[in-house]
C-alpha cells in the first residue's frame, strides 16, 4: 500500500494518541514507543484513545487504520450505534 496523496511507499507505523475528551491535544507518536512510556511522556491525562495510523515520510499525510478486535470489544462494552 502506498500514500494515496504523492504514491509514495516510504511510510511510517504510527499511533494518533489523544490526551483529552475532545481530540484537542493529539500527538502523533511512532509505534516503536510502548504505550507506558507514552502515558509517561505526555502526563498529565484524563483518558487515552489510541488509533493506528500510517504516516507519509514525504509528504506527511496520515492514513488511519482501523483495528477490527479493538471495534468489537468497543461494541461489546458501549453498544453498537
Do not use: H
Not at 4 to 14: E, M
Not at 51 to 57: F, G, I, K, N
Not at 63 to 79: H, K, Q, S, Y
Request: hydrophobic share 35%.
Amino acid at each position: 500500500m502506498g500514500c494515496p496523496r504523492c504514491g509514495s511507499t516510504d511510510l511510517a507505523s504510527t499511533y494518533l494518541v489523544d490526551y483529552s475528551e475532545q481530540f484537542s491535544n493529539i500527538y502523533l507518536a511512532p509505534k516503536s514507543l510502548t504505550l507506558r512510556r507514552l502515558n509517561r511522556l505526555l502526563r498529565p491525562f484524563k483518558a487515552l484513545t489510541k488509533v493506528y495510523a500510517d504516516t507519509c515520510r514525504n509528504c506527511g499525510m496520515v492514513i488511519l487504520g482501523v483495528n477490527t478486535e479493538d471495534l468489537e470489544e468497543a461494541e461489546r462494552r458501549f453498544g453498537k450505534r
